[in-house]
Every structure is written in structure tokens, then in C-alpha cells.
């Protein structure tokens, strides 16, 4: 049994070595397996969730995100929305839209923002939109997080 | 026991000249191929920096093996990493962001590299809802998650707890400061305190849950003082920002000067306290022999980590919280501490069971720092050749 264990510990140390060549070697391959292997995604918190509809404008389109309330278990009473609009070149100085963010038909609410002052207005059509969260310049367009609430 | 009384053993586990440099030509080979990654660089000063990083790199792994000493070598090495990476980041930053600071924007499009800290606060919010509680990437950029939790998998088989003493890119900060005087002012630090990282640790995996943020980031991680931080843009913000440049202040620099110990590590980094439970599936460990040992307690004051006292001493071994640093080892006159293999017999060969240690370890040291140490010398050679730092 003792000669076993002394086997196995000198193999482990052994292969302890090839483990690390194979972590920098194999980092690429290795990082897309686990990726896909455990489903892991950026929490929808920081990327705003899934985009749910695209609106096309012509040079430029609105992309509406899933209203995100996730939390540890089940959801939670306060959330927000996400609208990007892009691509930079193609928006103009003065965007003004209104989203119908939960598909009812019925518009939830009215943004304008202005681009070039980077300030915005929000009408809440819905007793769920609560205020602007906040306003983002992107590399690629502008977005916007509009605070929403659970009726209760 | 008088610790000036002591006289040192004679016997020194070195190892001749001849095998000193066949043991070395495997790491002489993949530090080549892991620096060059094919090609010679073809401006000269990227030449020039990547060939001072292979020689650095390798002249320290010729004295670890040579000399016996593993601590004096592994922290001059590992405190050039640590100062180099801030430059090297930092710079980085500032050439692609303009700024040290994250901006909201930057956050949203996933451009935060991703942290090992951060990893025992995703785990459970990965388990429930399989989303990762940081703003970066998955796959495919710079410290990508999904790279890091690979990196961190790797090494903790391979390591354990070794990560904080061999791959921790922040570690080599207090670790420098903690040998800045000769002797300690404050000498007497009760072990109780030994407990706070645990409990950091179970504070910030809690709130990470409950909140789905990252609260340590957030709020308590020193090191955002010497990497990136949130822009100042509200109260809470602020708050923020004035708690972590503090607790560097206190924990990176001053604390650890005082103590002669890694404050931060040893005392509230709390991956470092997660870490530690990995120790426990890991094959490499630190023994005392006690027979050899002659009660000097010098290890149990070099430790920095607060791995060794008078309890564990009895059992022959260190805390599971020892980061396999080998300051002990290299402070004990008498030997009679030793690297050791988990399985094998303690009256071993310990010269073999350090060298298959120092193999995997030095590895990821160097693969880790080599391009942080390349990169950080090629800005400094920009700085003293055209007066910046950054590509214009």
C-alpha cells in the first residue's frame, strides 16, 4: 500500500509539470471547451441581456434587449432594459423612438436622445419604466439603461 | 533555543555544475519557444528586452537549482514580475483606454480583464444561473474568463496554494515591501488573524451571490491602486475608491514593512484563503522533520503567511494556508524542513522532491511573467530612449 501511494505521489508530481505546459499550451482549446461545456455567459447584468428585437431605420437600427430582472434564484423586483442603437456613422444627431419592449402592442415608452450633448428624455407610457438609469457611448453606437420595476 | 547559537548544518542540498545545467535545458528550451512563440522579435529593442527576460529568467533557475535556496530566488524574481506587470498594465491601459480608470461604457462592452480574485465569488451564481458576475469576455480576448478559470484550474491541480507564491501577479507587491527592513517593528501578531481571510472570503462569496456583483472588486481589492478602477462619476464611487487605496496603503505597504510578513495574502486576500482548501488535494507539501528540528521557531518567523506555529509544528507539517514560498526552508539552519511529495516516504530523497516541485512551479512563474517582465522592460527602455512610455 505504501509503495502504491509513493507511486502515485511521484506520478502526480510528475504529471504535475505536463499540467502546466498543457494550461499555457492548450489555453485556447481548453478555454472554448469549457466555454461551451459549462454554457457560462456574461451575467446579463453587465451585457444587458439577449437582444430581443432589431429595428431596422435604414443607416442605422435599434436593438432592444430582454427586460433583466435576473437574480440567484428567480428575480428580483427591480431591473432594467437595455436599447442600443448603431452603428455610430449611420445615427442621427437627434434620436427619437418609442419601444414596445414587452410586445403587448402598445408602446412602454418614448426616448429621445441627443447625441451630440449625450442627454436624454424619457416618457413612460408603462407603470413598470421607472427613470433613466443611464446613458452609455459605446465604440459603436450609444446605449441606454431605462430602470424598471415589478407592479406589485 | 538562541537562534545566534544555532550552527548550520554543513550539508546544503546542492547539485554539481553538470547536472545544474542538464537539469536546466528543458526550461532553457520552453522559456525559448514560450517567449519568442516562434519568431525573434524584429525590432531591437523588443530584442533586446526579450533576451535580458530569457537570460533573467533563466539565471534564475539556475541558482534555484544550484545553491539550494529556493525563497532568496523565487522573490527577486517574483518581485520583478509584480512591479514590471503594474508597468506593463498600466501602460497597456492607457494606451488603448487613455485611462487607468473602467468607464461604465468600457464595462457594458465587456473590456474588463478578468482576475483570479475574482473566481470563488462566480462560483455560485455560475451554478444557479450560469452567467459569470464580471463585465469581460468569455473567450477570445485579453485575460479572457474562460483563459483564467483554465489557468486557475491548471495550476491548482499542479500547485495549489503554490499559485500565491509562484503565479499571483499582486503577490510580489507586499512580498516586496514585507523585506524592506531588516527586522520587524510589530512582532507579536496574534494567529486568531490567521482567520479573517476565511471570513472575508465567506463575507464576499455571500453578498457576490445575493447581489450578483463582485463585491470584493468592488469595494475591497487593493490592488485596483496599481491596475484599473471604476471612474469616480457618484458618492458611492468615491466611497469606494478611498476604502481599496487605503487598504493598499495599509495592506500592501505598510503592514507588510512593519510585520516583515505578506499582509495581504496571509490576511485577507480571500482567493488566497480559498486557495488554500486546494492545498488539500495537492500532491506537493512542506514537512518538518521533527528529529532534525531543533526548535529555533526561525521558520515560524519567516513564514509570511502565518503557515507555521507551535500547533502545527507538532503534527510535522505547515497550515493548509502555506504557499509553498520555501522562506522556511531556506531559513532553517538544520534541513529539517523540506519540500515533500504527499505519499512518499519523508526519509526520501528531498533533493528529488524539490526539484519535481520546482519544475511545474518555476514553469508557471515564468511563463506567466516572462511577457509581463518583456513588455514592462520594453516600456522602460521607451521611457530612458524617447521620454514616454506609450506608442504615440
Known amino acids: 500500500m505504501n509503495k502504491l501511494k509513493s507511486i502515485l505521489g511521484y506520478t502526480w508530481a510528475f504529471i504535475a509539470f505536463f499540467i502546466i505546459l498543457a494550461t499555457f499550451f492548450g489555453n485556447e482549446r481548453f478555454s472554448k471547451v469549457l466555454a461551451s461545456a459549462t454554457g457560462m455567459k456574461v451575467s446579463p447584468w453587465y451585457t444587458g441581456g439577449e437582444v430581443i428585437s432589431v429595428i431596422d431605420h435604414g443607416t442605422y437600427r435599434t436593438l432592444v434587449h430582454r427586460p433583466v430582472f435576473d437574480a440567484l434564484i428567480g428575480e428580483k423586483r427591480e431591473g432594467f432594459i437595455q436599447i442600443n442603437w448603431e452603428p455610430s456613422t449611420g445615427i442621427p444627431q437627434v434620436i427619437e423612438e418609442k419601444i414596445d419592449y414587452d410586445k403587448d402592442r402598445k408602446e412602454d415608452l418614448l426616448i429621445i436622445l441627443d447625441t451630440s450633448t449625450g442627454k436624454a ?3 413612460a407610457y ?15 453606437g450609444w446605449a441606454v439603461r431605462i430602470a424598471l420595476r415589478k407592479p406589485s | 533555543m538562541n537562534q545566534d547559537k544555532i550552527k548550520p548544518d554543513v550539508v546544503v542540498p546542492q547539485i554539481s555544475l553538470i547536472k545544474t545545467l542538464l537539469l536546466m535545458l528543458p526550461m532553457m528550451f520552453l522559456t525559448f519557444a514560450i517567449l519568442t512563440q516562434g519568431k525573434l522579435p524584429s525590432d531591437p529593442k523588443s530584442l533586446f528586452a526579450m533576451v535580458i527576460t530569457y537570460l533573467f529568467i533563466n539565471a534564475t533557475f539556475f541558482m534555484l537549482l544550484y545553491t539550494g535556496k529556493t525563497d532568496k530566488f523565487r522573490s527577486i524574481f517574483f518581485i520583478t514580475y509584480a512591479v514590471l506587470f503594474v508597468v506593463s498594465f498600466i501602460t497597456h491601459l492607457i494606451e488603448i483606454r487613455g485611462s487607468m480608470a473602467v468607464s461604465q461604457a468600457n464595462m457594458l462592452q465587456g473590456e474588463t480583464p478578468f482576475c483570479h480574485i475574482v473566481i470563488p465569488m462566480t462560483l455560485i451564481p455560475l451554478a444557479f444561473t450560469r452567467t459569470i458576475i464580471f463585465p469581460g469576455t468569455i473567450i477570445g480576448s485579453f485575460a479572457s474568463i474562460a483563459s483564467m478559470f483554465v489557468l486557475w484550474i491548471g495550476v491548482t491541480l499542479a500547485l495549489g496554494r503554490g499559485f500565491c507564491s509562484w503565479g499571483c501577479f499582486f503577490g510580489g507587491l507586499d512580498d516586496g515591501f514585507s523585506r524592506i527592513l531588516k527586522r520587524p517593528v510589530i512582532k507579536n501578531i496574534n494567529f486568531n488573524w490567521t482567520y479573517l481571510p476565511y471570513a472575508v472570503l465567506i463575507a464576499v462569496v455571500l453578498t457576490a451571490a445575493i447581489s450578483l456583483s463582485p463585491t470584493y472588486c468592488a469595494w475591497l481589492c487593493p490592488y485596483k491602486t496599481v491596475t484599473e478602477f471604476v471612474e469616480v462619476t457618484s458618492f458611492k464611487i468615491l466611497m469606494q475608491t478611498i476604502i481599496f487605496v487605503s487598504l493598499f496603503i495599509g495592506l500592501v505597504i505598510i503592514l507588510p514593512i512593519l510585520t516583515r510578513r505578506r499582509i495581504q495574502c496571509g490576511l485577507f486576500c480571500p482567493f488566497g484563503a480559498f486557495q488554500s482548501f486546494t492545498n488539500k488535494i495537492n500532491v506537493f507539501e512542506v514537512r518538518i522533520d521533527k528529529e532534525k528540528c531543533v526548535k529555533c521557531k526561525r521558520c515560524i518567523q519567516a513564514c509570511p503567511t502565518f503557515s507555521l506555529s ?15 514560498c520555501g522562506k522556511c526552508i531556506d531559513s532553517c539552519l538544520k534541513k529539517a524542513i523540506f519540500f515533500h511529495l504527499k505519499g512518499t516516504p519523508l526519509s526520501g530523497n528531498q533533493r528529488i522532491y524539490r526539484i519535481l516541485f520546482l519544475y511545474p512551479a518555476f514553469l508557471f512563474l515564468a511563463t506567466l511573467a516572462g511577457g509581463n517582465i518583456q513588455d514592462g522592460m520594453m516600456k522602460i527602455i521607451r521611457l530612458i530612449t524617447t521620454g514616454s512610455m506609450f506608442i504615440h
Open chain 2, 310 to 324: 507551535e500547533e502545527v509544528w507538532e503534527k510535522g507539517k505547515t497550515r493548509i494556508s502555506c504557499t509553498k
Open chain 1, 121 to 123: 428624455t424619457l416618457t
Open chain 1, 126 to 140: 408603462s407603470p413598470s419604466i421607472v427613470s433613466i438609469e443611464r446613458i452609455y457611448r459605446l465604440k459603436n
